[in-house]
């Protein structure tokens, strides 16, 4: 997972209330049951001794998205009333989380937050397209073609260019071309990720995709511009195709931390990879189960960290914080530009932390 999407964290001040919870809207109870969920929510927070501007700011945030379809988890965090991450989970936490920190507790979005955080759903056909676009918010817009007519001539017409039929397939071309122009300068502007592509001319319209934006393109069946589209189809499409991105991306971690294991190119426990994090040197952090482990900061500096008050004093910091591993290390990967995976039984690096780095490591830690 990239860091970009984690960087307004890095500045945020503290504490910060996290909450993480099922927000499934898959039974027809499904409001009722958000309600039971924030109320209970609420209660915690309140006996925790959050500031009820706090709780009050959370619980709007999550009541001005559109519910979901289907299976779905909320992660929501907050620095004072402001929130700063705001996200649909792929899969919902089987019990609600909530932590009040120093520093954000992003564990959860990393392991199962959507791996592309700007995604565009497109349903296609020749008369136009319905384009609805996810970055956080969701943003729909329609684009009318201006090639007419489109509907097949009969076939004792003339074929050809110049006939009927020709004229046809010139309009269709037509508006697959402005349809391909128009999402081709969203994905620009927002910096999409993936591209989904619904409806009886998908496939016309990833031919008319300049490469960057094609190579995104993932073709879903069951969807389109009629009344009758699956919407349960291509939400489901959408999450099996967002599931394999997530696989490969952690295979492709686990293969570069195994192939760089003796050569530098990997390291793994708390001390190591906070050393590793310290200077900069992790490409790739690779979380696994951290449990309690704590490490030491700096009062001002995140990066003067190290798992002990000693190793933090002889890098001249001040060695009167203590943060959890959990929320420290991630938060420290992500102010370095380090891409963050989360690990499942294929890894299992030593006190629950490894990471693939940028450059050998010299120092034979």
Do not use: C, W
């Amino acid at each position: 997972m990239h860091a970009d999407r984690f960087r307004r964290l890095v500045t945020a001040p503290g504490p910060f209330v996290s909450v993480f919870f099922d927000d499934s809207h898959d039974t027809a109870d499904a409001a009722a049951q958000l309600d039971a969920r924030l109320r209970d929510v609420r209660k915690n927070l309140e006996d925790a001794s959050v500031d009820p501007a706090v709780i009050d700011a959370l619980d709007a945030a999550v009541r001005a998205k559109h519910p979901p379809v289907g299976r779905s988890g909320r992660a929501v965090i907050a620095s004072g009333t402001q929130i700063v991450l705001d996200e649909r989970l792929d899969v919902p936490p089987p019990t609600t989380v909530l932590r009040v920190s120093e520093l954000p507790h992003i564990v959860p979005v990393i392991e199962h937050g959507r791996l592309h955080t700007t995604a565009m759903l497109v349903a296609v056909d020749h008369t136009g397209a319905d384009i609805m676009l996810r970055d956080g918010a969701i943003r729909t817009e329609s684009v009318d073609g201006t090639g007419h007519p489109v509907h097949k001539a009969h076939k004792a017409d003339t074929a050809g260019y110049g006939g009927p039929q020709g004229r046809v397939d010139e309009a269709v071309r037509k508006n697959i071309r402005e349809v391909a122009d128009r999402i081709t300068h969203l994905f620009d502007e927002n910096g999409v990720d993936v591209v989904f592509l619904t409806g009886d001319a998908r496939t016309e319209l990833a031919a008319a995709l300049p490469e960057r934006v094609a190579g995104t393109a993932v073709q879903l069946q069951g969807g389109g511009r009629t009344g009758g589209t699956d919407h349960a189809q291509v939400e489901q499409g959408i999450a099996d195709e967002l599931g394999k991105l997530r696989v490969a991306a952690l295979d492709d971690a686990a293969q570069r931390f195994a192939a760089g294991r003796g050569t530098g190119l990997a390291v793994e426990g708390l001390a190591d990879v906070t050393a590793a994090l310290r200077d900069g040197a992790v490409d790739t952090l690779i979380i696994g189960d951290l449990g309690e482990a704590t490490v030491v900061a700096d009062h001002d500096q995140l990066a003067l960290i190290g798992t002990d008050a000693v190793t933090v004093s002889d890098l001249g910091g001040a060695p009167d914080r203590v943060l959890r591993a959990d929320e420290a290390l991630p938060l420290l990967a992500v102010s370095t530009g380090a891409a963050l995976v989360r690990t499942d039984e294929r890894l299992a690096p030593a006190d629950g932390i490894g990471a693939v780095l940028r450059y050998p490591d010299i120092g034979g830690r």
